[in-house]
Nanobody, 128 residues
Framework: HVQLVESGGGSVQAGGSLRLSCAAS????????LGWFRQAPGKEREGVAT???????NYADSVKGRFTISEDNAKGTLDLQMNALKPEDTAMYYC???????????????????????WGQGTQVTVS
């Protein structure tokens, strides 16, 4: 049973930084994909960044060069370092996981949300 609990959200001025963390358990194995997603009011949930069991990372074009996803297997956490934040980054951010998938199934592209079957409760990020 996969459990995901996010933390680290908050309010920040444009240009600032935040680090989100997700305490993840139950997903371990040889094949999996972890990711961060976000949903702004009135918009669909979208992929932000993913990492798979091979360590391959993938980012949405809108966050490339600003956000970094990382996994700490020893601590059982998935982090998202967000720099140079913009008002358009304001959203609820969700940690997600899926077992038995990796590689192309983790790519940030239309439909990637449907590949993930375990979700955290979300943490709010507001950039003004």
């Amino acid at each position: 049973h996969v459990q995901l609990v996010e933390s680290g959200g908050g309010s920040v001025q444009a240009g600032g930084s935040l680090r989100l963390s997700c305490a993840a358990s139950g997903y371990t194995g040889s094949t999996y994909c972890l990711g961060w997603f976000r949903q702004a009011p009135g918009k669909e949930r979208e992929g932000v960044a993913t990492i798979d069991s091979d360590g391959s990372t993938n980012y949405a074009d809108s966050v490339k060069g600003r956000f970094t996803i990382s996994e700490d297997n020893a601590k059982g956490t998935l982090d998202l370092q967000m720099n140079a934040l913009k008002p358009e980054d304001t959203a609820m951010y969700y940690c997600a996981a899926v077992r038995y998938l990796r590689g192309a199934y983790c790519y940030i592209r239309p439909g990637v949300v449907r590949n993930f079957d375990s979700w955290g409760q979300g943490t709010q990020v507001t950039v003004s």
